[in-house]
């Protein structure tokens, strides 16, 4: 169900967009699977005229592209660093042109021009800032957040442990490793002189 909604709303990006329907026909008979953990797990082929149709996740895709949780806030929120968090497997070239189209995509644009046609350009165009400002809000609001609790959890509770305290603690394990062959060096020569 999520599948066939997810394949739905690409596709109709994919119609406002018909230089990238264009592209996408280079490579009509290709697979993908798109992965979002937990949520989703889908493979799709790009059909003769550039779009999307889900296929059967049992054949080997062409290429594969595991995406964050966070992704699509990330991308609606139009954060640059959003694209390096995706993981690419298989031919990387075909996943790299991909990943460039929907780079090239701005879905504020292609929202607004939806909502354009019932409200109006101006209001379309301030709820999709407003969107987009709410999603960013969002997704600083998770970042402090998980600041805040990686914080607490190191400082206040000792849940957690820094790194700087695992590198003295392992320098000082290793430490006393020397110390105690040094130890078992000067028992076995005691040992010798004693015979």
């Not at 699509?72 to 139009?78: G, K, S, V, W």
């Amino acid at each position: 169900m999520l599948t066939s909604v997810v394949i739905t709303s690409i596709n109709h990006v994919l119609r406002s967009e018909p230089w990238v329907c264009g592209r996408l026909q280079r490579h009509s008979g290709r697979t993908v699977s798109i992965r979002i953990p937990p949520m989703m797990d889908f493979s799709i082929e790009i059909d003769g005229e550039g779009k999307l149709r889900p296929v059967d996740g049992a054949q080997p895709a062409d290429a594969a592209l595991a995406l964050p949780l966070l992704f699509m806030p990330r991308l609606i929120a139009r954060e640059p660093d959003a694209f390096e968090s995706i993981t690419v497997s298989g031919d990387q070239a075909f996943a790299g042109e991909l990943i460039a189209l929907v780079r090239q995509i701005d879905p504020g644009v292609i929202l607004a021009h939806d909502l354009s046609k019932t409200v109006g350009d101006i209001p379309a165009h301030r709820i999709v800032q407003a969107g987009e400002h709410l999603v960013r809000w969002q997704i600083e609001n998770v970042d402090r957040l998980s600041q805040a609790l990686a914080e607490y959890c190191t400082e206040e509770t000792g849940f957690l442990t820094k790194p700087a305290a695992i590198e003295r603690f392992a320098q000082e394990v290793q430490n006393l490793q020397f110390d105690i062959e040094k130890l078992e060096q000067r028992l076995n020569q005691l040992g010798r002189l004693i015979r």
